[in-house]
């Protein structure tokens, strides 16, 4: 499955995944080819379970667009009463909306992680939704070289468990220009946790409003930012179903 071109291997669960696996997965010369691999449970009452890997293998907390897809998929197979209900996550429930292909989900409450600090001439913002982020300020995200700051900024000692990093442009009050160096990735098309934690960095620094649009590699993500926390919406959408024969 894809969300605005951030692609996950998706598997029912329960089952026990080994980082090998989701390595050889995610190979997009040698496997099937995705940014992550997720497995979704069916749990009691209208609740299912999502875990995320990254395409190295490592566990994340959370993923914002694959908490979009496993909604769907949860949505479409049945396991729900309606078009609104709860995803557990390894970070707490989070309340998801599906309306066919496109998803809203609510992604918790935004904090700071850390103070802002210099690093390769650039101020890096951290931030927390979920799982880490670094949001940096620029003038033009196709102007800046996001392979080489990015793991620079991904594997910093300030970030212990390694870091997303966005570089976000504010192109009004309610428009955001993006790319995204995922942690154990590199950049990917869209990040939805990215976005997010884009969004609320700009708005809090008076930048925007509540409700910016953010556009990225891979297509818009809508942001809102409640006193509840952060929703985004977007579509979710299959790319193909198969079964895995390589060994």
């Not at 951290?126 to 996001?146: E, K, M, S």
Request: proline content about 6%; glycine content about 14%; overall charge negative.
């Amino acid at each position: 499955m894809q969300g605005l071109g951030n692609d996950f291997v998706v598997l029912e669960g329960p089952r026990e995944i080994e980082k090998s696996e989701v390595v050889r997965w995610c190979d997009r010369r040698l496997g099937i080819g995705a940014d992550g691999a997720l497995v979704v449970s069916r749990l009691d009452g209208d609740r299912v379970r999502m875990e995320y890997w990254n395409a190295d293998g490592s566990a994340a907390e959370m993923c914002g667009n694959g908490l979009r897809c496993v909604a769907r998929y949860a949505a479409d197979r049945g396991w729900v009463g309606g078009p609104s209900f709860i995803v557990e996550t390894a970070v707490g429930p989070r309340p998801v909306e599906v309306a066919g292909s496109s998803v809203r989900a609510m992604l918790g409450e935004a904090g700071p992680s850390g103070e802002p600090f210099d690093l390769a001439g650039f101020e890096i913002r951290p931030i927390t939704i979920g799982n880490p982020h670094a949001v940096i300020l620029v003038d033009d995200p196709f102007a800046t070289p996001v392979d080489a700051v990015g793991p620079l900024v991904e594997g910093d000692p300030a970030f212990p468990d390694r870091t997303n990093v966005e570089f976000a442009a504010v192109d009004g009050r309610n428009s955001i220009t993006l790319r995204v160096w995922e942690r154990g990735v590199g950049e990917t098309l869209a990040c939805g946790s990215g976005a997010a934690a884009a969004a609320v960095i700009a708005h809090r620094a008076g930048l925007t409003g509540t409700a910016p649009t953010v556009h990225l590699l891979g297509g818009d993500l809508r942001v809102e930012i409640t006193e509840s926390g952060v929703w985004i919406e977007g579509p979710a959408e299959y790319v193909f179903r198969g079964a895995w024969a390589g060994r």
